[in-house]
């Protein structure tokens, strides 16, 4: 399985960034899809998660800023990340899994992409 995550970069806080991240899994359509971040010193934490049907689940430090969706014919999720804040500076990950809870934990998930890194100045 191969997860490559993208679109990371520097912006200053307010601004907006999306992150694509695209799977190689057949099983795309009905994968549970997450993003997590891993800030420096930090644990790596939960952002947001995307499975069939249009269910979503986000960290409560992005609800309202952040959106999580996906293009299954593109086999690409997406992070659109709008508000920036300099909290939000982290190493980017997509991971994968099957099933259909959207699992909040890094342990639960047995794929993962390489990370993106998003760095916000104030």
């Known amino acids: 399985v191969q997860l490559q995550a993208s679109g990371g970069g520097l912006v200053q806080a307010g601004d907006s960034l999306r992150l694509s991240c695209a799977s190689s899994?057949?099983?795309?359509?009905?994968?549970?899809m997450s993003w997590f971040r891993q800030a420096p010193g930090k644990e790596r934490e939960f952002v947001a998660a995307?499975?069939?049907?249009?269910?979503?689940a986000y960290a409560d430090s992005v609800k309202g800023r952040f959106t999580v969706f996906r293009d299954d014919v593109k086999s690409t999720m997406y992070l659109q990340m709008n508000s920036l804040k300099r909290e939000d500076t982290a190493i980017y990950y997509c991971?994968?899994?099957?099933?259909?809870?959207?699992?909040?934990?890094?342990?639960?998930?047995?794929?993962w992409g390489q990370g993106t890194l998003v760095t916000v100045s104030s």
């Open positions: 991971a994968t899994r099957e099933g259909s809870i959207l699992y909040k934990t890094p342990e639960s998930y047995p794929w």
């Open positions: 899994r057949r099983t795309f359509s009905s994968d549970i």
């Open positions: 995307t499975k069939d049907r249009g269910v979503k």
